[in-house]
């Protein structure tokens, strides 16, 4: 990704110079699926794909966009006076909702401006490109303004962007992981009181693998408010006998003592995998903080397991995915990661081994599945920021 060409695409749209550039990346979360809603802890970290933008200001009041991965659309126009929700605007309305909660939050946006933004991550892949443009948008607003905006009111304002002005029910990690990232470290992050710890994942012989399944995701929605439901459920019978706000604030023993409390199998099995989850998830920065990613990556194949018997939120795609990753060489562990249902899953790979198994996991899933999937290699970077303005 360059940015001397979006600054060549700037000149060429608006006939001028951008004043300055900006990254915000994309995120994976790591392990700790599904229990961000049971009270538990996920554990993302930034990768190096992401949105980039070029931007200056503007002696109107006018935001004028263009997005090098929606040439079609055009440059797209509002006035910062008229900052509602437009169907017509399309991915406009991220940067527009971000915008406009950033000034209801005190902040003065004092003129218009314009901006080029391309984004390198795969569409529809799961890996937040939507939490990534409304980060971008809040620190170029900050960068081009001079505002001094604490980072953790950009991640909430992005979440409020997500929640009330898309519509959209999801949490805080995605903007949390793109906001906070930090290059060769995951976060150990508590949803519910947004504490969080750095954990160091030295990955030098190691590379992270993202392999999407390019199946459409039509089924997470219906199905991830049917999980928190059961969810739910479950932590009602519990509640019968147990002090507890969330099933993330039981031990695995405390659960096995008391799950007869919870009269439907299925119902229990979706306890269960919250409960176990979170567990593996502060494992998991036990063994980084030791260097031991071998555990580590047990611990991801243990959550996949738990993810396609337990939460049932796999299927067909993922599980081909997960299960020719486990018996490539060089995998340290593969899981999904997302909702699921589709979207992406990720292995860590020894160096030497990626290209065979990007060719093998790659000619097993479409022997079986009957079309392609892609695999991205990436890094774990750093959160969103300015970034040098190259010519």
Request: hydrophobic share 40%; glycine share 8%; proline share 3%.
């Amino acid at each position: 990704m360059n940015v001397s060409t979006l600054n060549k695409t700037f000149n060429e749209i608006f006939a001028a110079a951008p004043e300055k550039a900006f990254f915000a990346p994309g995120r994976i979360n790591l392990i700790g699926e599904h229990t961000d809603y049971n009270g538990g802890y996920v554990f993302p970290c930034a990768i190096t794909y992401g949105t980039y933008a070029v931007a200056r200001k503007c002696e109107d009041k006018k935001v004028r966009l263009y997005s090098e991965n929606f040439p079609d659309k055009g440059i797209i126009e509002f006035n910062l006076n008229q900052l509602d929700y437009d169907r017509e605007h399309n991915w406009a309305n991220y940067p527009k909702g971000m915008i406009r909660y950033m000034i209801e939050a005190g902040y003065e946006v004092p003129s218009g401006f314009e901006c080029v933004i391309q984004g390198n991550i795969p569409n529809g892949a799961g890996l937040s490109s939507s939490a990534s443009i409304e980060i971008l948008t809040g620190v170029l607003v900050a960068g081009l303004f001079g505002l001094e905006i604490p980072r953790i009111d950009l991640i909430k304002l992005g979440k409020k962007v997500e929640n009330e002005f898309i519509g959209v029910n999801s949490g805080i990690m995605d903007q949390f992981a793109v906001g906070m990232g930090k290059k060769d470290a995951g976060i150990l992050l508590d949803c519910q009181t947004l504490t969080y710890e750095y954990a160091p994942i030295q990955l030098e012989n190691h590379k992270i693998i993202i392999m999407n399944t390019n199946k459409r995701r039509e089924l997470a929605d219906s199905k991830y408010n049917e999980r928190r439901s059961e969810c739910e459920e479950a932590l009602a019978q519990l509640q019968r006998k147990l002090p507890i706000e969330a099933l993330g604030q039981l031990s695995e023993s405390e659960f096995e003592e008391n799950q007869s409390l919870i009269t439907n199998e299925t119902v229990r099995k979706r306890a269960k995998h919250a409960v176990y989850e979170n567990v593996r998830t502060l494992r998991a920065l036990e063994k980084l903080k030791a260097g031991n990613l071998e555990a580590f990556g047990q611990l991801m194949n243990q959550s996949h397991i738990s993810l396609r018997d337990d939460y049932e939120v796999t299927g067909l795609e993922l599980d081909t995915l997960v299960e020719a990753a486990w018996r490539q060489p060089g995998v340290i562990g593969a899981r999904m990661t997302g909702a699921g249902f589709g979207g992406c899953a990720i292995a860590i790979v020894e160096n030497v081994e990626v290209e065979n198994f990007i060719a093998n996991v790659g000619a097993v899933y479409l022997e079986k599945i009957g079309y392609k999937a892609e695999c991205y290699v990436a890094s774990i970077g750093d959160g969103a920021k300015e970034i040098e303005l190259v010519s």
